[in-house]
């Protein structure tokens, strides 16, 4: 694997693997890499030729108070678990090559609407910073597919809608959410858990499924199903943040006539605030 940290540089690289004819693979990073990354590695590695991975903790997406400069930074360990994957690139660039003219005049991509709600609402500013970062990260390395996690289930969908709003040559693909032996969605924010915490945290995942089968043998009682949702959670330790059963196509909340859906939740627990999901069709 070569570890590149210019946009220079980068290009000319790929550009001599595009004359070759080579698709080119993408998964985006914030690094300290998990078996989750590991995992969209490998399905870039299905779909095209040469996979290309991305390391950069993006300061935009961080709010006030939030920990981007405890975000952990495991450069080495990384290139080593890429490598043992069989990725073919990594990009991990500083600020600077990022944001040149500093972040204050760093042109904004914003995704209206569908950035404004559930995360977007916890966190604002959140995926103006995700979108620009991922559509710099695209024009940077021009890949013909990029993996994304299904975890942040509203991040996907901004990413996809982004890309169709501004026709962006890029296919998104969807990965599934990795789990560890007890159901607990892998997380780098799961390292700020304590062991007790560890297994409080997979209480998230057992709720989403507690709503889930209750869907599943016909009840249409979505806000009671949120509310008994969150007081489980509170129950368990957590604080909450939000909970919806939501149409899977525009993450607008549900109706009694909706088939595909998706159910969005984010918690705090201890230092962490973490997030899953669980897709339903009726």
């Given at each position: 694997?070569?570890?590149?940290?210019?946009?220079?540089?980068?290009?000319?690289?790929?550009?001599?693997?595009?004359?070759?004819?080579?698709?080119?693979?993408?998964?985006?990073?914030?690094?300290?890499?998990?078996?989750?990354?590991?995992?969209?590695?490998?399905?870039?590695?299905?779909?095209?030729?040469?996979?290309?991975?991305?390391?950069?903790?993006?300061?935009?997406?961080?709010?006030?108070?939030?920990?981007?400069?405890?975000?952990?930074?495991?450069?080495?360990?990384?290139?080593?678990?890429?490598?043992?994957?069989?990725?073919?690139?990594?990009?991990?660039?500083?600020?600077?090559?990022?944001?040149?003219h500093g972040?204050?005049?760093?042109?904004?991509?914003?995704?209206?609407?569908?950035?404004?709600?559930?995360?977007?609402?916890?966190?604002?500013?959140?995926?103006?910073?995700?979108?620009?970062?991922?559509?710099?990260?695209?024009?940077?390395?021009?890949?013909?597919?990029?993996?994304?996690?299904?975890k942040d289930?509203?991040?996907?969908?901004?990413?996809?809608?982004?890309?169709?709003?501004?026709?962006?040559?890029?296919?998104?693909?969807?990965?599934?959410?990795?789990?560890?032996?007890?159901?607990?969605?892998?997380?780098?924010?799961?390292?700020?858990?304590?062991?007790?915490?560890?297994?409080?945290?997979?209480?998230?995942?057992?709720?989403?499924?507690?709503?889930?089968?209750?869907?599943?043998?016909?009840?249409?009682?979505?806000?009671?199903?949120?509310?008994?949702?969150?007081?489980?959670?509170?129950?368990?330790?957590?604080?909450?943040?939000?909970?919806?059963?939501?149409?899977?196509?525009?993450?607008?909340?549900?109706?009694?006539d909706d088939?595909?859906?998706?159910?969005?939740?984010?918690?705090?627990?201890?230092?962490?605030?973490?997030?899953?999901?669980?897709?339903?069709?009726?």
């Open positions: 694997m070569i570890t590149i940290h210019t946009i220079a540089e980068l290009r000319a690289a790929l550009s001599k693997e595009r004359f070759k004819g080579k698709r080119i693979g993408f998964v985006p990073t914030m690094g300290n890499l998990h078996e989750g990354h590991l995992q969209l590695i490998d399905q870039a590695k299905s779909c095209s030729d040469i996979v290309v991975s991305s390391i950069f903790v993006n300061p935009l997406q961080f709010g006030a108070g939030e920990d981007l400069d405890n975000y952990p930074r495991t450069l080495l360990a990384d290139q080593e678990k890429l490598a043992s994957r069989g990725c073919n690139f990594l990009f991990a660039p500083t600020d600077a090559e990022v944001y040149p972040r204050e005049a760093q042109t904004q991509v914003e995704v209206p609407v569908i950035s404004d709600m559930y995360c977007g609402e916890s966190r604002p500013g959140h995926f103006r910073g995700v979108s620009t970062v991922v559509c710099k990260l695209f024009g940077m390395v021009q890949p013909d597919v990029a993996i994304f996690g299904e289930f509203q991040q996907l969908m901004v990413i996809r809608r982004m890309t169709e709003d501004l026709s962006l040559p890029v296919e998104i693909q969807g990965a599934p959410i990795a789990r560890n032996e007890h159901g607990l969605a892998l997380s780098s924010r799961n390292g700020y858990l304590s062991p007790e915490e560890l297994k409080t945290a997979t209480v998230l995942n057992q709720t989403l499924r507690t709503t889930r089968d209750a869907l599943l043998s016909g009840s249409k009682a979505f806000a009671e199903l949120e509310e008994q949702a969150q007081n489980t959670l509170e129950t368990a330790g957590f604080k909450r943040d939000y909970y919806k059963i939501c149409r899977r196509s525009d993450l607008q909340a549900a109706s009694e088939n595909a859906i998706v159910i969005v939740a984010a918690a705090y627990l201890g230092p962490a605030r973490l997030i899953d999901n669980i897709q339903i069709d009726l």
